[in-house]
Nanobody
């Protein structure tokens, strides 16, 4: 079994910052990609940022230059530093990991953490 546990969500005023964390644990052989999606009420889930193992970071155009994704390989943990937050960044943020374990290669998801940007 694999678990992804997120933390760091909350409420912040426009222009503020938050840092999300997501730790993967359990039966993991290799992690290929970790990243973040978000989903606002009434909208589809959208990719925010991803960090492939040994690859180039990817960002949604709406967050590029404001958000920064990083990973601690020793801890199987991915971080999302969110700066200059806007009300439209409000959503539930989900982390994911595309990894290899005894069951094969598949995606695992966290439970989601709420981010609210409001004055």
């Amino acid at each position: 079994q694999v678990q992804l546990v997120e933390s760091g969500g909350g409420s912040v005023q426009p222009g503020g910052s938050l840092r999300l964390s997501c730790a993967a644990s359990g039966s993991i052989f290799s992690i290929y990609t970790m990243g973040w999606y978000r989903q606002a009420p009434g909208k589809q889930r959208e990719m925010v940022a991803a960090i492939p193992s040994g690859g180039t970071r990817n960002y949604a155009s709406s967050v590029e230059g404001r958000f920064f994704i990083s990973k601690d390989n020793a801890k199987n943990t991915v971080y999302l530093q969110m700066n200059s937050l806007k009300p439209e960044d409000s959503a539930v943020y989900f982390c994911y990991a595309y990894l290899q374990n005894a069951s094969g290669r598949q995606n695992y998801w966290g439970q989601g953490t709420q981010v609210t940007v409001s004055s």
